[in-house]
């Protein structure tokens, strides 16, 4: 089965089984079922036309963002100073857990993310 990851996320549980889910399906699913899902590593993908309208955080553990293509900036919060990335094409960067981050789109990008999900806490840019 091949599967696209903007629109089937796919779920790597603590005991090593993979689960996948539509998009929608994930983002549905109930609160005991979605925090038992944060437990594990989800894999999915975007893509961004616009700036992230929100500064997210991930206290579980470190994620792992692959520019697939397009251009970005991603923004990482650390002891008060913002530390500016630039990503062109392709290049991944691994945002530390607990470090707040967001992303400046220069040009339409398609991004694939992994992360653990629990915890994951946004607020405004």
Same mark, same amino acid.
């Given at each position: 089965?091949?599967?696209?990851?903007?629109?089937?996320?796919?779920?790597?549980?603590?005991?090593?089984?993979?689960?996948?889910?539509?998009?929608?399906?994930?983002?549905?699913?109930? +609160?005991?079922?979605?925090?038992? #899902? $944060?437990?594990?590593? !989800?894999?999915? &993908?975007? @893509?961004? /036309?616009?700036?992230?309208?929100?500064?997210?955080?991930?206290?579980?553990?470190? +994620?792992?963002?692959?520019?697939? #293509? $397009?251009?970005?900036? !991603?923004?990482? &919060?650390? @002891?008060? /100073?913002?530390?500016?990335?630039?990503?062109?094409?392709?290049?991944?960067?691994?945002?530390?857990?607990?470090?707040?981050?967001?992303?400046?789109?220069?040009?339409?990008?398609?991004?694939?993310?992994?992360?653990?999900?629990?915890?994951?806490?946004?607020?405004?840019?």
């Amino acid at each position: 089965m091949v599967l696209h990851p903007q629109h089937t996320y796919v779920h790597l549980a603590e005991d090593g089984a993979a689960r996948t889910f539509s998009a929608a399906e994930f983002w549905q699913l109930p +609160e005991g079922e979605a925090e038992q #899902s $944060g437990r594990g590593w !989800l894999i999915s &993908e975007y @893509e961004f /036309t616009e700036d992230w309208p929100t500064w997210e955080m991930h206290p579980e553990g470190d +994620e792992f963002v692959y520019l697939l #293509s $397009g251009a970005v900036e !991603l923004l990482l &919060e650390r @002891e008060g /100073t913002i530390e500016r990335i630039a990503v062109d094409g392709t290049g991944a960067v691994v945002v530390p857990r607990g470090v707040w981050h967001t992303a400046k789109v220069r040009t339409p990008s398609r991004m694939l993310h992994v992360t653990r999900g629990a915890g994951t806490q946004t607020r405004p840019v």
